[in-house]
């Protein structure tokens, strides 16, 4: 099926190719106008259909199956019993048997009529079809007839690419990929499930090859309408024309389990209408059960030590979680309600009256799908296609280290951009609730990466519940270290890609048998999915750089015992020595982040794109600390300086690195010193405060600095050092440090400095200010003046 339009919602995460069943109303009255009425005249087609469904329900032993039957169980055998009997007690005995036996030919013939089970069980599902091995044998030589004519295909197609000397290797990728598809097309709902999470991971399977199944989302064919109708109908008991005024003739998308109606409620509402397609639950456990077997007879010819089979049951768990459209309803009202604070996510309404564990109705979401958007070559398209992305990276880190509730599958068949500048999720199906401790690990391993500190980055992943028990910890942090030590930083950011790097962790699990939990997965999968969009619109996006501002920020505001020992272990060493750099590298790039633009001067934000070592972002960073410190937010930032060694906090202050904090102290004694002197003079001449253009020249030299950042401030100065609080953490320095005489000598003479520099400006500040007081007086045009002090 064609992509579809701008317009279209798409509910379901993934698209599968259906197996039609025939509907029992062949003719569709096309002169009457009004949506989903059907003609019920019957005829030789009709008596078909009947045929078939009957063949096909012999086929399954349908017909046998009793839901009351679900309870039955085995009886158990006899014991022997060896007394000294006479002829009458053998009699007896035999006849005791024969009851026995029959009564267990009577439960094995009732075993047949247990039906499949609603939810997914391992061993129920094994009992089911443990029955049923001619269905399950059908299906297997259907599987192995599909990938062997798709192995032909390839080789044919190979060996033609082979006479044509301009064919190169990406190209027979993509053919593979193509026949792949075509393949997955064929053998139904659940190979395209597979194929369409294979198109999300390029670290994989290759760039060339993902494109080619990511076709998957738009190309999966619908089923007649009359059967849509028809599955409605029976879950809501009543036409269709009752609860809609309104139901599009053709559906705007067609989705591996299901396909959407555009419809309008009674109401005037307009909606989507998922519906999911018939004959759908038996098929998915049946596959996912031969899947199930594979994946055991591979654990044994692997001699695995892990269970595979478990990977099935976890992909069964959650494909016959979306058949049940309760549940992704109940999803999809969770997340919203959990999302409800953060204005830049937004998800569809659902009608809860008009929902059924077949039927999903939800409101009608306006907006660009990515796929649209990489359509179009505007540099409109690709701005808003490079705000959907960056709006998903942070709410999926949101979701990751907020809220816990992850859209487990953020692939671009469900994202959509709204024309108010929103990022739309669609379909919930699967959704990933994580752990506290698992958040955390994750919030852990991507500082430690940032880091390069391996034993952690191990440690977290012991965390995650990926590294197994009795791992030896020092050669996979060897192994972590010799794949990952390549890695460049560029301003202190791992300047690689995420799948990248995620491919190189991967390798390391494989070698040493790493546990893959459910949600890992999905996290994984959705971060690649993500960048592998970004990627498409702007070749040098780095995940990392967009993630990593979030999670200074909340490091640096999250007062949990959990993030505060993360960034205790980062900016701290094992003596509890305070590393400048690395929180100067944390305050940095987290006032990048929208969280802390309000406590950045307004005119910081420009010189971020400086050099390191440059003065104006070292100012506007004293600034940031200035402010922080002594606010609501300042909580983890004054814990961390009281639980530093205080002797080093005050090497840190005398430090060559704490230059441009020492040069904002001044400005803020100097600023003190100031007041004071204005209010003295202010009795005897008419002075106001300072609020000319002078400039030292000193100052004026450096472009970057104008005088509203050298001689005004937002900061409250007054309030700020009559914190008691910071008055504590100072003292708890100096008495630290007085164990150290050369030390304190030097804080001494670094103070006096910073003293006599401080009051040269404020004197000089007064004399500009009475210079400007009685200037004013001259009708001299005002301009720059540069004052050399």
């Given at each position: 099926m064609a992509s579809a339009s701008s317009l279209m919602p798409v509910l379901c995460s993934v698209q599968t190719s259906p197996r039609f069943r025939k509907t029992h109303q062949n003719n569709i009255n096309k002169n009457n106008?009004?949506?989903?009425?059907?003609?019920?005249?019957g005829g030789p087609v009709e008596n078909i259909v009947e045929f078939t469904k009957s063949i096909e329900d012999l086929?399954?032993?349908?017909?046998?199956?009793?839901?009351?039957?679900?309870?039955?169980?085995?009886?158990?055998?006899p014991q022997p019993y060896y007394p000294a009997l006479s002829g009458i007690d053998l009699f007896l005995a035999d006849l005791k048997a024969l009851e026995v036996y029959a009564s267990y030919l009577y439960y094995l013939a009732k075993m047949w009529t247990k039906p499949l089970p609603e939810i997914y069980d391992p061993q129920n599902v094994t009992d089911y079809f443990s029955l049923r091995p001619h269905v399950v044998t059908l299906r297997l030589l259907e599987v192995f007839a599909a990938f062997v004519s798709a192995s032909i295909k390839f080789r044919i197609s190979s060996i033609l690419s082979a006479t044509d000397k301009d064919a190169d290797e990406n190209i027979l990728k993509y053919n593979f990929g193509t026949i792949l598809k075509e393949t997955m097309l064929n053998l139904g709902p659940t190979f395209i499930k597979v194929g369409q999470s294979l198109s999300t991971r390029p670290d994989i399977i290759g760039s060339e090859i993902s494109k080619a199944l990511s076709e998957l989302h738009d190309q999966v064919p619908p089923f007649p309408r009359a059967e849509a109708m028809k599955i409605f109908e029976e879950e809501f008991g009543s036409p269709v024309e009752k609860f809609f005024s309104y139901i599009s003739e053709e559906p705007v998308a067609a989705a591996s389990f299901g396909q959407v109606y555009k419809g309008s409620t009674c109401d005037g509402f307009d909606v989507a209408v998922k519906v999911q397609r018939p004959n759908l639950h038996h098929v998915v456990v049946r596959d996912i059960y031969i899947l199930r077997i594979g994946l055991g007879i591979l654990q044994k010819i692997l001699k695995r030590k892990s269970d595979l089979q478990l990977y099935a049951d976890e992909l069964g768990k959650g494909l016959v979680g979306e058949l049940d459209y309760n549940l992704e309803a109940a999803n999809a009202i969770e997340f919203m309600e959990v999302h409800s604070h953060f204005p830049f996510i937004c998800a569809p309404k659902v009608f809860r009256h008009l929902s059924k564990k077949r039927v999903l109705t939800m409101e009608w979401m306006v907006g660009d799908s990515p796929s649209d958007l990489l359509l179009k070559s505007s540099e409109e398209s690709k701005a808003k296609l490079l705000d959907l992305v960056k709006k998903g990276v942070q709410a999926s880190l949101i979701q990751l280290l907020e809220t816990g509730l992850l859209h487990a599958d953020p692939h671009p068949g469900n994202l959509r951009y709204t024309s108010s500048g929103q990022i739309g999720f669609l379909d919930f199906g699967l959704i990933c609730r994580m752990e506290k401790k698992h958040q955390f690990a994750m919030l852990a391993s991507i500082v430690h990466i940032v880091n390069g500190d391996w034993a952690s980055l191990v440690n977290d992943l012991t965390e995650m519940d990926v590294v197994r028990p009795g791992t030896n910890i020092r050669l996979v942090t060897m192994d972590l270290e010799d794949v990952l030590g390549e890695v460049e930083f560029k301003n202190g950011i791992p300047d690689i890609k995420f799948s990248k790097v995620l491919g190189k962790i991967w390798s390391v699990a494989i070698k040493y048998h790493f546990r893959m939990p459910p949600y890992y997965t999905l996290v994984l999968r959705s971060l690649a999915s993500l960048e592998g969009l970004a990627v498409a619109a702007d070749p040098t996006f780095k995940t990392f750089e967009a993630a990593y501002p979030f999670v200074v920020q909340k490091l640096l505001v999250d007062n949990s015992a959990a993030s505060r020992r993360i960034l205790h272990s980062v900016v701290l060493n094992r003596r509890k020595e305070f590393q400048l750099q690395k929180l100067y590298l944390f305050l940095r790039i987290g006032a990048t982040w929208e969280g802390l633009h309000s406590l950045t001067p307004s005119d910081a934000q420009a010189s971020f794109d400086q050099p390191a070592n440059a003065v104006p972002r070292g100012v506007d960073l004293a600034n940031l600390v200035l402010k922080l410190l002594p606010s609501k937010n300042g909580t983890v930032l004054r814990r961390l300086l009281m639980t530093a060694d205080g002797a080093s906090l005050v090497r840190t202050v005398v430090s060559k690195e704490a230059s441009f904090f020492r040069q904002e102290i001044c400005f803020v004694v100097a600023d003190i010193l100031y007041q004071w002197m204005t209010a003295a003079l202010g009795k005897v001449f008419h002075i106001t405060q300072f609020s000319s253009q002078v400039v030292l020249a000193s100052a004026a030299k450096n472009t970057q600095i104008g005088p509203s950042m050298i001689f005004t401030s937002?900061?409250?100065?007054?309030?700020?050092?009559?914190?008691?609080?910071?008055?504590?953490?100072?003292?708890?320095?100096l008495h630290s440090a007085r164990k150290d005489p050369v030390l304190m000598l030097r804080f001494c003479w670094t103070s006096f400095v910073m003293f006599i520099r401080a009051t040269a400006l404020a004197c000089h500040r007064v004399l500009v200010s009475l210079s400007e007081a009685y200037l004013d007086r001259v009708s001299y045009p005002r301009k720059l003046i540069t004052v050399v002090a």
């Open positions: 106008t009004s949506a989903g009425k059907q003609s019920n005249n086929v399954w032993l349908r017909n046998v199956e009793d839901p009351q039957a679900s309870f039955l169980q085995f009886p158990s055998w937002s900061v409250d100065y007054q309030a700020f050092l009559r914190d008691r609080r910071l008055k504590i953490i100072a003292l708890k320095a």
